[in-house]
């Protein structure tokens, strides 16, 4: 298996990080992973939501990369 796709949104700021992940979790297959990074505060609380709203699992915390933090979501339908 692949790893995950990567977004990075940094420098983004709030809502761009979640429009971009709706964009492309259709780019993973059912059970695959996004990793969004992303500078944003706002992300921490928005990707978890955006999750819950399409019916996707927030699969927690990813690796930051260097200050950015990431997040894991897994396409489930």
Known sequence: MTGPL?????????PLPVIELAKRI????VQGLVRVIADDPAA???VPAW???????YAGPGEAVG??????VRRTR
Do not use: I, N
């Open 67 to 72: 200050d950015a933090p990431s997040y894991l």
């Open 26 to 29: 259709g780019d993973v297959p």
């Open 44 to 46: 921490a609380t928005d």
């Open 6 to 14: 990567v977004l990075d949104c940094r420098g983004m700021r709030c």
């Open 51 to 57: 999750c819950r709203m399409r019916g996707h699992e």
